[in-house]
């Protein structure tokens, strides 16, 4: 049986790490998208369809900490490049990554998505 290099063993071992990696943060994506859903069928089934300050209360709530501003700036109507991001980084579950790789170029907000 040959013997594996070194080089190759590590290059494995690397490129499985990122698949975890990879992983886990999907998986905290779909947790947050989860939360969002959950949120919004508990909001549903209180009958609260009008009740648009409490629904606004729970979707901060599910914003990360560090985009919080960003949602802040945008509703405030102070910055339209806030109100792109916002929304950008809702669509994308809150990753700035994912903003980035965004392929939907039939999206009117596409080529302003990294302005914000
Ligand atoms: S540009 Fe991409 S990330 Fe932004 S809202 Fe449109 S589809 Fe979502």
Redesign the pocket.
């Not at 594996?4 to 071992?13: I, M, P, V, Y």
């Not at 859903?37 to 599910?62: P, T, V, Y």
């Not at 339209?80 to 980035?100: D, H, Q, T």
């Given at each position: 049986m040959p013997v594996r290099s070194n080089n190759k063993t590590s290059n494995k071992s690397y490129n499985k790490l990122k698949a975890v990696e990879e992983c886990r943060q999907r998986l905290k994506q779909l947790e947050a998208e989860n939360n969002r859903l959950l949120d919004w069928l508990s909001f549903l089934q209180e009958g609260a369809i009008f009740d648009w300050e409490n629904k606004k209360k729970k979707m901060k709530r599910n914003i990360p900490k560090k985009f919080r501003g960003i949602y802040d700036k945008a509703k405030n109507g102070k910055s339209r490049k806030m109100a792109?991001r916002a929304?950008?980084?809702e669509?994308?579950s809150y990753s700035s990554k994912?903003?980035k790789l965004?392929?939907?170029e039939g999206?009117?907000?596409?080529k302003?998505?990294l302005t914000g």
């Amino acid at each position: 049986m040959p013997v594996r290099s070194n080089n190759k063993t590590s290059n494995k071992s690397y490129n499985k790490l990122k698949a975890v990696e990879e992983c886990r943060q999907r998986l905290k994506q779909l947790e947050a998208e989860n939360n969002r859903l959950l949120d919004w069928l508990s909001f549903l089934q209180e009958g609260a369809i009008f009740d648009w300050e409490n629904k606004k209360k729970k979707m901060k709530r599910n914003i990360p900490k560090k985009f919080r501003g960003i949602y802040d700036k945008a509703k405030n109507g102070k910055s339209r490049k806030m109100a792109i991001r916002a929304f950008c980084l809702e669509c994308c579950s809150y990753s700035s990554k994912e903003v980035k790789l965004c392929t939907d170029e039939g999206c009117p907000l596409y080529k302003y998505r990294l302005t914000g």
